[in-house]
């Protein structure tokens, strides 16, 4: 009986380790603060629109580059590139993001609204211009309203367009990013936002507040609930409005041109997430191994000495002569 009180033990203080190292490294990860940067490019410049952050994060700018410091894990920045850069050449036109090493071709694989999850940069990414047409992006509430006005881009027939939400305060977007092919028609190159007033405000990390957030928003940001001023209270044309249920989690990325069967919550892949994300599950992995062989040898240990009197200082010499075989025959 006491050889399997001693094991119990043991577990028990295993556990507690486990919980407090846990506990640590999580208000540790909570105190720490990242950064993203903005570049424009060589093609372009930074308009010092289309940028929104949460509240208590700083922004800078200078030099074509914009620096956001302060962040928190699981905060979010909205970004439209196609708001916060214009191209300086007419050959090419603003597509969207990437991060900073890859090329434009992966600019869609990078959503313009960032959740925080470590330090990046990103670059403004550029398409070469063609037979180019307009697309439109509107910003309604589930009844039609217009919350922002509506803004006015152009991109290559045929290209897969990415989009995302802008900010707008006491709302959530039904998605934070839509993707849909353009049309060489421009009345079907229409992108809807639908965004869902909240009970209470919401800061920019999709996260009810008792107050609403301080954070920097870009000149389109209305009042809540607050047509754009001039704008009438429809529905815009070109597309279906889609109400959001209450409370629902905004999703990651709709495909319009598969309305049926929406990429409804669907998160990005770790390649296709911008930042880095440090995780503690290998390092609990290693504890929780080195804890298990401290178990069994103490089990070895203890079995060997209750069979053979042997004394502590014996002990490196038997765990020399530890045979798998041996542990198998004693059971």
Same mark, same amino acid.
């Given at each position: 009986?006491?050889?399997?009180? !001693?094991?119990?033990?043991?577990?028990?203080?295993?556990?507690?380790?486990?919980? $407090?190292?846990?506990?640590?490294?999580?208000?540790?990860?909570?105190?720490?603060?990242?950064?993203?940067?903005?570049?424009?490019?060589?093609?372009?410049?930074?308009?010092?629109?289309?940028?929104?952050? %949460?509240?208590?994060?700083? #922004?800078?700018?200078?030099?074509?580059?914009?620096?956001?410091?302060?962040?928190?894990?699981?905060?979010?920045?909205?970004?439209?590139?196609?708001?916060?850069?214009?191209?300086?050449?007419?050959?090419?036109?603003?597509?969207?993001?990437?991060?900073?090493?890859?090329?434009?071709?992966?600019?869609?694989?990078?959503?313009?609204?960032?959740?925080?999850? @470590?330090?990046?940069?990103?670059?403004?990414?550029? @398409?070469?211009?063609?037979?180019?047409?307009?697309? *439109?992006?509107?910003?309604?509430?589930?009844?039609?309203?217009?919350?922002?006005?509506?803004?006015?881009?152009?991109?290559?027939?045929?290209?897969?367009?990415?989009?995302?939400?802008?900010?707008?305060?006491?709302?959530?977007?039904?998605?934070?990013?839509?993707?849909?092919?353009?049309?060489?028609?421009?009345?079907?190159?229409?992108?809807?936002?639908?965004?869902?007033? =909240?009970?209470?405000? =919401?800061?920019?990390?999709? $996260?009810? *507040?008792?107050?609403?957030?301080?954070?920097?928003?870009? /000149?389109?940001?209305?009042?809540?609930?607050?047509?754009?001023?001039? /704008?009438?209270?429809?529905? %815009?044309?070109?597309?279906?409005?889609?109400?959001?249920?209450?409370?629902?989690? %905004?999703?990651?990325?709709?495909?319009?041109?598969?309305?049926? *069967?929406?990429?409804?919550?669907? !998160?990005?892949?770790?390649?296709?997430?911008? @930042?880095?994300?440090?995780?503690? #599950?290998?390092?609990?992995?290693?504890?929780?191994?080195?804890?298990?062989?401290?178990?069994?040898? $103490?089990?070895?240990?203890?079995?060997?000495?209750?069979?053979? /009197? =042997?004394?502590?200082?014996?002990?490196?010499?038997?765990?020399?002569?530890?045979?798998? !075989?041996?542990?198998?025959?004693?059971?």
């Amino acid at each position: 009986m006491k050889y399997f009180n !001693k094991i119990r033990i043991s577990l028990l203080i295993l556990s507690m380790m486990l919980v $407090t190292f846990g506990q640590t490294t999580a208000a540790a990860d909570q105190e720490y603060t990242y950064t993203i940067k903005l570049y424009a490019g060589n093609i372009g410049s930074l308009t010092g629109d289309g940028i929104t952050i %949460p509240e208590g994060a700083a #922004m800078s700018s200078g030099g074509n580059q914009t620096v956001i410091t302060g962040l928190k894990y699981g905060q979010k920045v909205w970004i439209s590139p196609q708001s916060a850069a214009k191209e300086n050449d007419g050959r090419y036109y603003v597509k969207g993001l990437r991060l900073s090493g890859r090329d434009n071709s992966e600019a869609s694989n990078v959503p313009g609204n960032i959740d925080v999850e @470590g330090d990046a940069s990103y670059v403004i990414a550029y @398409g070469i211009s063609g037979d180019m047409v307009s697309y *439109t992006v509107n910003y309604v509430d589930t009844a039609g309203n217009i919350l922002l006005a509506a803004d006015t881009y152009y991109g290559n027939p045929g290209e897969r367009q990415y989009v995302s939400a802008r900010y707008v305060d006491g709302y959530l977007p039904q998605a934070y990013n839509l993707v849909k092919t353009l049309q060489s028609n421009t009345a079907e190159n229409v992108f809807n936002f639908v965004y869902t007033p =909240v009970e209470t405000p =919401v800061d920019e990390t999709g $996260t009810a *507040t008792a107050t609403p957030a301080g954070g920097t928003a870009d /000149a389109g940001t209305a009042d809540a609930g607050a047509p754009a001023e001039g /704008a009438a209270a429809a529905a %815009p044309e070109g597309g279906e409005v889609v109400p959001v249920e209450d409370e629902e989690v %905004p999703q990651d990325l709709v495909d319009l041109d598969d309305e049926d *069967t929406p990429l409804a919550n669907q !998160k990005l892949d770790d390649t296709e997430r911008p @930042g880095t994300r440090m995780g503690y #599950m290998p390092i609990y992995t290693g504890i929780g191994a080195a804890a298990a062989a401290a178990l069994l040898l $103490t089990a070895i240990y203890l079995k060997r000495r209750r069979k053979s /009197a =042997v004394q502590p200082e014996d002990l490196p010499e038997i765990l020399e002569n530890i045979d798998i !075989k041996d542990i198998e025959d004693d059971k």
